[in-house]
């Protein structure tokens, strides 16, 4: 049996900014309003539910608003060097040069921010806060850059 949350319908959303280094278009810092969605694949338990949808709601509220509003910076990169100091983040890519305020970036830890990558690291995350759940065999998580482009990524537990 499968389960679906549709992050469009029940404001599970984030809007942040990033880049896609050596991109022909993507690596100049742009912005996207991303949506989350959700899939997991299990048996109900006698209670008939594969896993409560109000909980799963919460995990993936909780992460969308740590990346709400944010610089997405991949601290994974072997391409983007970030150092942090007195209160800023400096990010050097490309013979580009950025700072911002510390408080308006979010270090992720993969090697790009692509939706790809970035719904990865989402899945992990959920499938690592779920892992006893004995009635879930996979989680999927996909990751609307705009209407129509979504990446998703599936853990099997």
């Known amino acids: 049996m499968i389960i679906e949350i549709d992050g469009g319908h029940n404001g599970i959303r984030f809007s942040s900014c990033h880049f896609i280094p050596m991109h022909e278009k993507c690596s100049r810092l742009h912005g996207h309003s991303y ?3 959700m899939r997991l694949e299990g048996e109900p338990d006698e209670d008939g539910m594969v896993m409560d949808f109000v909980v799963l709601k919460k995990k993936l509220k909780e992460m ?3 990346m709400d509003h944010k610089v ?3 601290s ?4 983007v060097k970030i ?3 007195s209160g800023s ?3 050097t890519s490309c ?7 510390a408080e308006d970036v979010l270090l992720l830890d993969i090697p790009t921010t692509t939706a790809e990558e970035m719904a990865r690291l989402m899945t992990e995350k959920i499938a690592a806060g779920i892992s006893g759940v004995k009635t879930v065999r996979s989680v999927s998580i996909g990751l609307d850059e705009e209407r129509g482009q979504t990446a998703w990524y599936t853990k099997v537990l």
């Open 35 to 37: 949506i989350v969605r």
């Open 64 to 66: 969308t608003e740590e």
């Open 72 to 74: 997405l910076l991949p």
């Open 76 to 79: 994974g990169s072997k391409i």
């Open 83 to 85: 150092e942090e100091r």
């Open 89 to 91: 983040v400096e990010v």
């Open 95 to 101: 013979g580009k040069r950025y700072v911002f305020p």
